[in-house]
């Protein structure tokens, strides 16, 4: 991990002396509208309630599905607090996509606005996931309830770190092939972060937090918000969203 990280330090230092016009702009139309539907994904879950206060007694390990049963741990607190904090700082990862035009205030902003965006709706979206279904974490089928855990041991579906880990990882890649599309650091820096993003995936299996198929899916989820969200911010007019108001509705048009 040590050296993926000077990786970035080097990318840093590689493109700090750069300038360039960012490829991404804001539209207010489009932004209005993704603005509100992000916002609106985002304090969804805070209108939701899932509350397990029964505790089973026993679990059977037999009626979880074949793929998720392979790889089932005991909990592990150290690696549990450990992989939970490092997705949370990944989340500076896009920084990097900035760098060259980090003097540019409209460059700054835009880059806010589409992560801000980015972040709702996968805050959103995870979240509400987790209070929509109850599922209990791998480590009640060995261990019981750690202590501390009386209010989450039910909440293993989807995995609330890996979807911040993989959308950090999914928008630094997306943005940084935009905007250094001849760089020499783009394959390094795509490897990079999603490594960095599959090793806390992993962590979170390993420490009993989560079964496979949660952190898949919230690899999938994040990823796909990673890379929308900056697709539909490209500079280029035939690259972009069009959203056009119409009666009782609204058209849009995602040329790709």
Not at 55 to 71: E, F, H, M, Q, Y
Not at 171 to 197: D, M, N, Q
Not at 201 to 223: E, K, P, W
């Amino acid at each position: 991990m040590k050296k993926l990280l000077m990786v970035f330090c080097l990318v840093y230092f590689a493109q700090v002396n750069c300038s360039s016009q960012s490829v991404y702009r804001l539209d207010l139309t489009n932004d209005v509208i993704i603005g509100t539907l992000s916002l609106g994904f985002g304090i969804t879950p805070f209108f939701m309630h899932n509350e397990q206060k029964n505790i089973p007694d026993t679990l059977n390990s037999d009626k979880v599905n074949s793929l998720d049963r392979l790889l089932m741990f005991s909990y592990n607190k150290p690696l549990d607090l450990f992989s939970d904090n490092i997705a949370y700082a990944l989340a500076l990862l896009p920084v990097i996509s900035l760098i060259p035009n980090i003097q540019d205030s409209n460059a700054v902003f835009t880059y806010c606005v589409m992560y801000g965006e980015s972040l709702l709706l996968t805050y959103g979206t995870t979240f509400s996931l987790k209070n929509a279904v109850i599922r209990y974490r791998p480590y009640m089928y060995a261990d019981g309830v750690p202590a501390g855990k009386e209010k989450d041991f039910y909440n293993s579906f989807p995995s609330g770190a890996v979807s911040f880990a993989f959308l950090s990882a999914a928008f630094l890649s997306t943005t940084f092939s935009r905007e250094f599309p001849e760089s020499k650091w783009k394959v390094p820096v795509i490897a990079g972060s999603h490594t960095l993003a599959a090793g806390v995936g992993a962590m979170r299996i390993v420490s009993g937090a989560h079964f496979l198929t949660d952190v898949l899916t919230s690899a999938a989820v994040s990823s796909l918000y990673g890379w929308l969200i900056p697709r539909l911010h490209l500079r280029k007019d035939n690259e972009r969203l069009t959203i056009i108001p119409a009666g009782n509705g609204m058209l849009v048009s995602l040329k790709l």
